[in-house]
């Protein structure tokens, strides 16, 4: 089993910048890919971005392309996700997880392990 913590989430106005970190413990060995997802009420539950934990590889979904950046530590344990130019639509509560496949997608489907997840709001 893998256990995810996240942290950082809160409330920003429009235009702000959030960072939220992600801390993995337990058999983190076994898990290849990281990622942040994020659920707004009444929404499916969609892929933020995503890292592998053993290349440079990372991928983000079109929304927050060329305003955010994935990255994790050398062990793998820990993934950060920092978001600029904050925007209403970001709003949503944001999930770490986890990954024991090699081909790291933005497919929820993918992931076995999940954080509790951090709220983030963004006033206008």
């Known amino acids: 089993q893998v256990q995810l913590v996240e942290s950082g989430g809160g409330s920003v106005q429009t235009g702000g910048s959030l960072r939220l970190s992600c801390e993995a413990s337990?058999?983190?060995?076994?898990?290849?890919?990281m990622a942040w997802f994020r659920q707004a009420p009444g929404k499916e539950r969609e892929g933020v971005a995503v890292v592998s934990t053993i290349t440079d590889y990372t991928r983000y979904n079109n929304d927050v392309a060329g305003r955010s950046t994935i990255s994790r530590d050398n062990s793998g344990n820990s993934v950060t996700l920092e978001m600029n130019s904050l925007k209403p639509g970001d709003s949503a509560m944001y999930y770490c997880?986890?990954?024991?496949?090699?081909?790291?997608?933005?497919?929820?489907?993918?992931?076995?392990?999940w954080g509790q997840g951090t709220q983030v709001t963004v006033s206008s």
């Open positions: 997880a986890a990954g024991v496949g090699r081909y790291c997608t933005l497919n929820k489907s993918a992931f076995q392990f």
């Open positions: 337990g058999a983190t060995s076994t898990t290849f890919c």
